[in-house]
């Protein structure tokens, strides 16, 4: 079939090309990416079935508005180092975004192809395309504009510092990414597993920004190592972004919760990745050990799935999701419900954990659960689950992973007194500029918005940068070119 | 990497490190402490910093081998570096002008109580130190903590210096002496510091302790290091580490800090595996 003559009803014809991936028998067994990415001939394929709409309504679904249609038009045609450059005027992390995006809340759920058939797979598509300029080796470091003489701190190198970084110094700024772990990318190296977004690929991104002069700082804790006043007042920062991403974990306060045994998921995720410890004893952090054990998830988030698919990568015998409401309401991406249900994960849903029951060494064994029904909607408009009464079960466990989401980092309110928080603790900006009450300091990502995308905190970060250079250079031309 | 500057041992196994770490050097407040990592391939550990010198740059580590990364560590020398070293972290001592003040520690404790004697002393306080450790060999730091003392003891579990006898027996003869007691601090092993915590409970003296969970980020980001106070979940790398003694659930903290035993032996058996073939080697 060809671009040029093909006809919108022969496009719908087109049935959606279906991501190739691992086996999940074989997957379980390896850390390695599932999903293994478009051939050229399936890009193409899946390329003709947008039917290029005048007005594509796909653009207003994606937080940063990618030229959607006009990149897979270039897919279509073949061209896709053109269709690369076209999806980074918008968008500078694609080949990640194309990998974690929920796509199906966001583009592709306004994609009018979706009414009747299934969308276009725009987040396939956008993977390919970097994908491909990146093993092509056609990923060109853009020009940096001659200096300016304006100094600016990053504050955390997650997906939001790391794109405000990227924007701030092709405008010729000097930047100083300063970082409290010992590596840098936020939740995409400590969060996010390897089975879902390569390492090698935020590190390529991470060195392209050091090519074009990014330097980064890493064991700094802003707040603890050095304050945002000193960073302006002693070492000469013109201005600052705060990009400091969620805090500390939530507990679900039930009894039992400090027994051994139960763990945060950003613990578990923590330990394996950032510190390796599926590679123990090569790498000294241990990991509890989960083979042939019983391990319960407790929440319906991507954090949650990302976690259960872990444990069963560590050998679980039995890997529970447990929720409190359907697989609905679940906030996870579809496609890692999926993946999970394919790997052998069991759901336990509309369940109701009531206390974590362990033995003398206060070691865990187990939950109690209550089953639960759907009730009326609530404040979010989902059905509010209620407890069927006698309903009362013993759940052995050895393991229980609590995620149900992250307070805020309450360190620069603590150590900034004159940034403003939320009742929340996250901190208030001017949405159009990401502007915190304190004059020069800038933040975005999740510390703004409490938990939320990688794609959000991306948006969040070039809105800033454009506000900051605009602001340090009392111009808004240099920006829109790119 | 960061260089260490200086590394000697105190006592068997106890060794005093000085690391070039300049930003910390600036900053560290007393009862605040770094997470470390000795490579690439390294656990993040917690270690106080016992003393810092801020023209220097460098900060001071005193560090009691108890399994793989600590000895790893020990085994370092004046001229290596290690991969990392982050702080300061955790909330500093809460330190005023109580009145009389006594400092305990036990072992590796009292390294870890020292900068806080320190401070106290500055602040004022009559400063008592009651330092134990279970012989002569193993007491660190006597002629510093000497110097910052109003009155000092040292006890040894088995007599062999000092009092003999337990840092608790100490405490209660100097309660029954009946002279006025502001505020305890004390720091070592999980069971020392219950005690010390049921010593002053009955006389309601103010006491506090400096807790060890276990600590993987020390940023306040996992929720690893999390402990039982007041029947509320605390994070000790955040909200701590030092927290009213009166409060603190022990029996928990001892039994979650003892979930990676298994690994931590394994881990430190193919260490000392190692060393044994780089000897020979
Ligand atoms: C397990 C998991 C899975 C997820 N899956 C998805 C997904 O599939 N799709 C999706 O869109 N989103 C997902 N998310 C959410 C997404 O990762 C976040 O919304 C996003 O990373 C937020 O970016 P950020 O830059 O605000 O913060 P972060 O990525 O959290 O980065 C913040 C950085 O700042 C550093 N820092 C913190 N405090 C300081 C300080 N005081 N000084 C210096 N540095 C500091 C931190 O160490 C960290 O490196 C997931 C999150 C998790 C935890
Ligand atoms: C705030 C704080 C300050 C400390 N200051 C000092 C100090 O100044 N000097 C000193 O010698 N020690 C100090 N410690 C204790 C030190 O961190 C542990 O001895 C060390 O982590 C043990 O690691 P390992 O691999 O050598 O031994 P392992 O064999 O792995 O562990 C021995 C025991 O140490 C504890 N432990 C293990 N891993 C950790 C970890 N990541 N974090 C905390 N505890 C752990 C466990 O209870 C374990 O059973 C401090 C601990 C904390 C929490
Ligand atoms: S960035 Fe995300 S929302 Fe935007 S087009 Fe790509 S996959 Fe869709
Ligand atoms: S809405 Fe769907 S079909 Fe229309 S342009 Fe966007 S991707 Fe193509
Ligand atoms: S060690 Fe991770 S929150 Fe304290
Ligand atoms: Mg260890």
């Known amino acids: 079939m060809n671009e040029k003559t093909i006809s919108n009803k022969e496009r719908l014809a087109i049935p959606r090309q279906k991501m190739p991936a691992q086996d999940p028998n074989e997957r379980v067994t390896n850390f390695r990416e599932v999903n293994l990415g478009y051939t050229p001939e399936l890009a193409r394929m ?437 | 990497m960061y260089t260490i500057v200086s590394a000697i041992f105190l006592a068997e196994n106890i060794k005093k490190i000085e690391i070039e770490a300049p930003r910390i050097a600036k900053k560290r407040k007393a009862g605040q402490f770094v997470m470390i990592r000795v490579s690439e391939t390294g656990e993040r550990v917690p270690l106080t910093i016992a003393d810092a010198d801020p023209e220097k740059g460098t900060i001071t580590l005193i560090v009691q081998g108890m399994g793989k990364s600590t000895r790893e560590l020990n085994q370092k020398k004046a001229g290596d570096s290690i991969s990392d070293i982050v702080g300061p972290l955790g909330t500093p001592s809460h330190i005023e002008n109580f009145g009389t003040a006594i400092s305990i520690g036990g072992g590796v404790g009292t390294a870890i109580a020292y900068p806080t004697a320190v401070a106290l002393k500055e602040a004022g306080n009559y400063v008592i130190t009651i330092n134990g450790a279970r012989s002569k060999e193993l007491v660190v730091l006597e002629h510093e903590m000497q110097a910052v003392s109003d009155e000092a003891y040292i006890t040894t579990d088995d007599g062999s210096y000092g009092f003999h006898g337990f840092v608790t027996q100490k405490l209660q003869e100097l309660i029954d002496s009946g002279r006025r007691i502001d505020y305890v601090l004390a720091i070592g092993p999980i069971p020392m510091m219950k005690a010390v915590a049921e010593v002053t409970r009955p006389y309601n003296i103010k006491t506090v302790v400096s807790l060890n969970p276990i600590m993987i980020d020390g940023t306040g980001m996992c929720g690893g290091c999390r402990v039982t106070v007041d029947n509320q979940i605390k994070f000790a790398c955040v909200d701590g580490p030092e927290f009213d003694a009166h409060l603190v659930d022990f029996k928990n903290l001892s039994d979650r800090n003892r979930v990676y035993l298994p690994e931590e032996k394994k881990s430190e058996e193919a260490f000392t595996h190692k060393c044994r073939i780089e000897k020979q080697g």
């Open chain 1, 46 to 482: 899946e390329a003709l079935r947008c039917i290029q709409c005048k007005d594509p309504v796909c653009i207003a679904g994606c937080p940063v508005n990618i030229k959607i249609d006009q990149f897979i038009k270039m897919v279509a045609d073949g061209d896709f180092l053109g269709a690369a450059k076209k999806i980074k005027e918008d968008n500078v992390l694609p080949a990640i975004c194309g990998r974690v995006c929920p796509q199906e809340d966001q583009c592709e759920k306004v994609c009018v192809i979706g009414k009747k058939h299934e969308p276009v797979a725009i987040g396939h598509l956008e993977r390919f395309v970097a994908d491909y300029e990146r093993q092509t080796g056609h990923v060109e470091i853009p020009e940096v504009k001659p200096p300016t003489g304006k100094k600016i701190a990053i504050i955390g190198s997650g997906p939001a510092g790391l794109s405000c970084a990227n924007d701030l110094v092709r405008l010729g700024h000097e930047i100083v990414v300063f970082e409290a772990l010992h590596e840098l990318g936020g939740v995409l190296m400590y969060g996010i597993p390897e089975f879902r977004l390569p390492k090698e690929i935020v590190r390529q991104e991470l060195d392209g920004l050091k090519q074009m002069g990014v330097s980064f700082q890493t064991n700094v804790v802003v707040g603890r190592s050095v304050t945002i006043d000193e960073l302006i007042e002693e070492e000469g920062f013109n201005a600052v972004f705060i990009g400091v991403g969620a805090g500390l974990p939530w507990f679900m306060g039930i009894p039992g919760e400090n027994l051994a045994g139960v763990l945060s998921a950003n613990e578990f995720l923590t330990r394996v990745n950032l510190m390796k410890a599926y590679d123990f004893p090569e790498s000294d952090t241990p990991v509890f050990q989960c083979k042939n054990r019983n391990i319960a998830v407790f929440g319906g988030g991507n954090t949650a799935m990302d976690a259960v698919r872990t444990a069963k990568r560590l050998g679980a015998e039995h890997a529970y999701i447990i929720y409190r409401r359907s697989e609905a309401e679940m906030p996870a991406r579809h496609e890692e419900i999926h993946h999970a249900k394919e790997e052998g994960v069991e759901f336990l849903l509309l369940m109701n954990p009531i206390a974590f029951i362990g033995n003398d060494q206060q070691q865990l064994t187990g939950v109690r659960c209550l089953r639960m029904e759907l009730g009326e909607p609530d404040d979010s408009g989902r059905r509010r689950p209620v407890p069927i009464e006698g309903s009362e079960f013993l759940l052995p466990l050895d393991m229980a992973v609590i995620s149900i989401g992250n307070g805020s980092n309450p360190l620069i309110k603590q150590t900034t007194p004159d940034i403003e928080v939320s009742k929340r603790d996250t901190v208030v900006v001017d949405i159009n500029t990401m502007a915190t009450s304190k004059n020069m300091v800038y933040a975005g990502g999740d510390i703004v918005t409490g938990g939320a995308t990688v794609i959000l905190a991306m948006g969040a970060g070039r809105t800033a940068a454009k506000a900051i250079h605009e602001k340090l250079m009392g111009e808004s031309h240099g920006f829109d070119e790119w």
